[in-house]
């Protein structure tokens, strides 16, 4: 059974950073994809960056692309998120999701979530 359990969010004035850490455990093929969503209130879930399990192929949107970078420590079963340059529209609750997917895009119907982790950014 896979689990994903998240942590390090905060909050943070603009301009500031921070770096979410997601616990993976109990994937079985290197055709595992996990990512990074968030959701503001009242908005739509959010794919915000995905890496293969190889680490081969990234995907950023557009929204984050030269502030936020994934990336993973397969040594600790860790997937990260640091996050730089942060704006206020980046509040929001993040989560780590995963499936078995091939290419590797963050897609809202990712069978395995994380409980989320809470990021406020105030400007």
């Known amino acids: 059974q896979v689990q994903l359990v998240e942590s390090g969010g905060g909050s943070v004035q603009a301009g500031g950073s921070l770096r979410l850490s997601c616990a993976v455990f109990?994937?079985?093929?290197?055709?595992?994809?996990v990512g990074w969503f968030r959701q503001a209130p009242g908005k739509e879930r959010e794919g915000v960056a995905s890496i293969s399990s190889t680490g081969r192929t990234i995907y950023y949107a557009d929204s984050v692309k030269g502030r936020f970078t994934i990336s993973q420590d397969n040594a600790k079963n860790t997937l990260y998120l640091q996050m730089n340059s942060l704006k206020p529209e980046d509040t929001g609750m993040y989560y780590c999701?995963?499936?078995?997917?091939?290419?590797?895009?963050?897609?809202?119907?990712?069978?395995?979530w994380g409980q989320g982790t809470q990021v406020t950014v105030s400007s």
């Open positions: 999701a995963g499936e078995y997917r091939w290419p590797c895009r963050p897609r809202s119907d990712f069978s395995y």
């Open positions: 109990g994937y079985t093929s290197s055709t595992f994809c």
